[in-house]
């Protein structure tokens, strides 16, 4: 299961509880402790469900949902709420909201509401990027270019097939199986080490401190996660 959530939710402890809950069930999630942060994520469509609260610093829930449908966004919107009168729900749902939850819930609710979302809606199939910013570096793919604080970076063709991978499925975690299935094709002299390497390669020329990298990440055990 590789559902991507995105839980827009400013209390902490709540958002932290919610969290675990749904990576425990083997989802990846994000998340956004105010109204204008979870716009900006929400609106990438790089998720399959947004949980997303009413009352919000910076911006209400129901403005991020307004503006998400407003923008084309056609991510699928469970709203969570300590209101619970009916006007409320019938805003959220007016807005373009999918599901509604009132505060406080069970947790094996909201998980259920979760899972009959995806079933109704299509998992999203994400495009791979043709450019992308992270930090001082930019990707142009559809050319083969790489900069990084505006001059060139050297890169092999393999160099920009990992990077490309990465990010085309950041904030998730790839397996180093997955790499040697998808990045390398299951060339028999490849092992990996060799993906340990060209990781290293790729942090070495693209983070500003490669022992303690911003944007791609160990995950020990499994492989890497990029974040930007």
Not at 96 to 114: C, I, N, Q, T, W
Not at 124 to 145: M, T, Y
Not at 189 to 198: F, G, K, L, N, Y
Request: negative net charge; contains cysteine.
């Amino acid at each position: 299961m590789n559902s991507r959530i995105l839980l827009v939710e400013d209390e902490p402890g709540l958002s932290l509880t919610v969290t675990d809950l749904l990576e425990a069930e083997g989802y990846q999630v994000d998340t956004a402790m105010d109204g204008p942060t979870g716009l900006a994520k929400a609106g990438t469509g790089d998720y399959d469900v947004v949980i997303l609260d009413v009352m919000l610093p910076g911006m209400s829930g129901f403005d991020v949902c307004r503006e998400l449908r407003q923008k084309g966004c056609d991510t699928a919107i469970i709203m969570l709420t300590a209101k619970t009168h009916v006007t409320d729900r019938v805003v959220g749902l007016k807005l373009g909201a999918d599901d509604y939850l009132a505060k406080p819930f069970d947790p094996s609710e909201l998980l259920a509401r979760v899972e009959s979302l995806l079933r109704r809606v299509p998992k999203k199939k994400r495009i791979p990027v043709a450019q992308f910013e992270f930090g001082n570096v930019s990707a142009d793919f559809a050319l083969g270019q790489v900069y990084k604080k505006g001059e060139p970076v050297t890169m092999a063709a393999k160099e920009l097939q990992l990077l490309r991978y990465l990010i085309d499925r950041r904030g998730t975690v790839v397996s180093r199986e997955e790499l040697l299935q998808n990045v390398w094709e299951y060339q028999a002299e490849v092992s990996s080490r060799t993906i340990d390497v060209h990781v290293a390669w790729l942090r070495q020329k693209l983070e500003d401190n490669p022992q303690s990298p911003q944007y791609i990440h160990t995950v020990r055990g499994v492989g890497y996660r990029f974040t930007a």
